[in-house]
């Protein structure tokens, strides 16, 4: 085993789907060290899940890893102010526990996820416990906050910027998804080392065939579905295609703070050949993938999502199917430069009409081209080996 002793701070573990479940699976495996401090499990539903309490604090297991949980402010899905609430609950209870477990460790590693602000705690072990702290930042503050509603008023930057910088100038290293975070972030941490590494599919594509979608041709848009996916003009522009293409259909995998309002848009626009599907496990993704003859990214206009590229991605590639892109920036690019599919502006309804169209004619011989550079793409920046060996260098070295 490893001297080195490490403490991760997220959101989200197990039994959540995160990322961070196969990141910790493989460092255990490895013989590193570590111990996770998050919530009581509830995400996507704002409830604690079946089996769990949501206690002050408790010590739960997986695989042998030692969880250190806390408690969660329930129903922040439904409202702005119990999210915030429950924001400030993660700071509260974790920087509390951090305060007393923070000496047995000597390196911390932030996934970030949803709010900066659940790296105070990190931030917190750092200044007392003198512990040097790694950050993986899945979203851009205080760029996000603004994309997703928030006034942006010299009040609301001045608090922000200065909660971002504190933030950032207290860790040793700064690991990002997206390219483009760096220059946006170094102006908080100029001295700070950056490394970009991007997400990697967690889907073990093995279709078994069980599925059958009701479409002769199927449309498929898989995830969360929140409000800056940008669903409605998504089905806006579907509403103009199919009423020509009566045989398509949309198909919506998922859940999220936004399906109730979606699902009365589509019943009061009566948009033809739209079907909810509901969460779905990810052990059974592979074979509504297989079923699908087109899986859909989307995303709201705004400049930090330009940088951004979602998980999804990753997953739509190890299906080596066709992807549209109704996106702008680094997801729009990867799809036309590397032609395995069609894109079009997020804002501009009858070009979503047309890129659907662009999709009704499409050769086997295309679809065999779409397959193999989607592995190749797949293969050469986004390797699931190749990448959580480069964050466990960082990260562990």
Excluded at 38 to 58: D, F, L, M
Excluded at 71 to 88: D, R, T
Excluded at 150 to 160: A, D, G, H, I, N
Excluded at 192 to 203: A, G
Aim: charge should be positive; aromatic fraction near 14%; hydrophobic fraction near 40%.
């Amino acid at each position: 085993m490893f001297e080195k002793k490490a403490l991760i701070i997220g959101e989200a573990f197990y039994p959540e789907d995160f990322l961070i479940n196969d990141l910790a699976t493989e460092w255990q495996k490895k013989g590193y060290d570590f111990d996770v401090l998050t919530r009581s499990p509830s995400y996507p539903y704002g409830t604690v899940y079946n089996g769990y309490k949501n206690k002050i604090y408790q010590k739960t297991y997986y695989n042998g890893i030692k969880i250190h949980r806390f408690p969660v402010i329930q129903g922040y899905q439904k409202s702005v102010f119990i999210k915030v609430l429950n924001y400030a609950c993660f700071v509260f209870f974790g920087g509390l526990i951090a305060l007393f477990i923070g000496r047995k460790y000597n390196r911390v590693f932030v996934y970030h996820t949803g709010p900066l602000t659940l790296a105070l705690p990190a931030v917190l072990i750092k200044k007392i416990y003198k512990v040097p702290v790694t950050i993986w930042s899945q979203d851009l503050w205080p760029d996000t906050v603004y994309a997703y509603g928030v006034r942006k008023t010299r009040f609301s930057s001045w608090v922000l910027e200065r909660l971002v910088k504190h933030i950032y100038t207290n860790c040793s290293s700064i690991v990002v998804t997206g390219r483009g975070f760096i220059p946006k972030i170094k102006k908080y941490a100029k001295d700070k080392p950056f490394y970009w590494i991007p997400n990697w599919s967690l889907l073990e594509y093995s279709p078994k065939g069980s599925v059958k979608l009701p479409g002769k041709f199927n449309f498929t848009f898989a995830g969360n579905i929140g409000k800056v996916q940008n669903l409605k003009n998504v089905m806006l522009g579907f509403e103009i295609f199919v009423a020509e293409h009566k045989d398509c259909f949309l198909n919506i995998i998922g859940d999220g703070s936004e399906l109730h309002d979606l699902v009365e848009f589509v019943s009061q626009r009566k948009v033809e050949n739209v079907n909810f599907t509901g969460r779905i496990a990810l052990n059974e993704m592979a074979d509504y993938y297989q079923a699908s003859d087109v899986l859909i990214i989307s995303l709201i206009d705004s400049p930090v999502f330009e940088l951004t590229i979602p998980a999804k991605f990753q997953s739509y590639l190890v299906a080596s199917k066709p992807m549209l892109g109704i996106i702008k920036g680094e997801v729009r690019a990867l799809i036309e430069d590397n032609e395995i599919g069609f894109t079009a502006l997020p804002d501009d309804i009858n070009d979503i009409s047309l890129s659907f169209k662009k999709f009704i004619n499409i050769t086997s011989d295309d679809l065999k081209k779409i397959s193999i550079k989607s592995k190749n793409l797949l293969e050469r920046n986004f390797s699931r080996k190749a990448l959580i060996e480069e964050l466990s260098k960082i990260f562990w070295t």
